[in-house]
């Protein structure tokens, strides 16, 4: 269905594209669209108020009534539980977090982010897409998967340097997956980005399957000496939210 995968295209262009906005001939010219397909797809968009229409810039851009559309998967019991949990866990260590849900490409996209009352904000905002490789999401993600998980996952890996320190042989990536279960938390050390330091837990679901991550990041100089007592809050809240959803983890997962 050609206008429903258009439709697709244009929503993902603006929410990944900066200034996310765009005009009608921006559409057209990136997704390789015709001029009056493409505003017949976007009439529809604006009348269900999916997008924005701004009539002195004549751009487009997304709007509430997607949200709107997405309520109850935005609403639901599992997120406000994991929501609960992870509030508290912001207020106990006063560290940001961020909350992404695994997509079929192996990327993660931004549903929620928690900021405590003293940290630093997080600027990622809500449907940010992370690559498959974002190293503590990756990992955090991988840890407790099937070896052939991590094996298929690998055969669609191609290097990407974030940083001086970012992993990028096979050999390094596989050692990091391990390192992640025996550790029992996800660990990056400025790897995917420059001076920070993100430890990141995946949450189950009831049939033992990964449904989020959550990732808590701060600068290595000013809490390498916390990464433990960060680390242990972060399983408790994970343990939390598994008791309250009826969740399935692991037997090698860390309990409290």
């Known amino acids: 269905m050609p206008a429903l995968e258009n439709a697709v295209a244009i929503l993902q262009f603006l929410n990944d594209t900066p200034p996310h906005e765009a005009a009608l001939v921006d559409l057209t010219a990136a997704l390789d669209i015709s001029k ?40 639901s019991p599992v ?30 996209i931004v549903i929620d982010k928690f900021n405590g009352p003293k940290s630093m904000e997080i600027s990622f905002p809500i449907g940010h897409r992370f690559p498959r490789d974002a190293c503590a999401q990756m990992r955090a993600y991988l840890g407790w998967q099937p070896p052939q998980r991590l094996d298929l996952w690998m055969q669609h890996w191609a290097p990407a340097r974030y940083t001086s320190k970012t992993p990028l042989d096979e050999k390094s990536i596989r050692a990091s997956v391990a390192a992640t279960r025996e550790r029992g938390y996800a660990l990056s050390q400025g790897e995917f980005t420059e001076g ?60 409290l």
Not at 43 to 60: A, I, M
Not at 102 to 107: E, G, R
Not at 220 to 245: C, G, N, Q, W, Y
């Open 36 to 75: 009056t397909h493409c505003h017949s797809i976007l009439k529809t968009l604006v009348h269900f108020e999916w997008l924005k229409f701004d009539s002195r810039s004549k751009t487009y851009r997304l709007h509430s009534g997607l949200l709107s559309t997405a309520s109850s998967l935005l609403n």
């Open 196 to 255: 920070i330091m993100a430890i990141a837990l995946p949450i189950f679901d009831r049939d033992g399957q990964v449904s989020f991550i959550f990732n808590c990041s701060f600068m290595i100089d000013s809490f390498l000496p916390e990464e433990k007592k960060v680390a242990a809050e972060m399983i408790r809240a994970a343990a939390e939210i598994h008791r309250a959803t009826l969740a399935r983890p692991p037997e090698s997962f860390p309990a």
């Open 79 to 108: 997120l406000d539980a994991v929501r609960r949990s992870l509030s508290a866990l912001v207020q106990r260590i006063d560290i940001p977090c961020l909350l992404t849900q695994p997509m079929d490409d192996d990327t993660f």
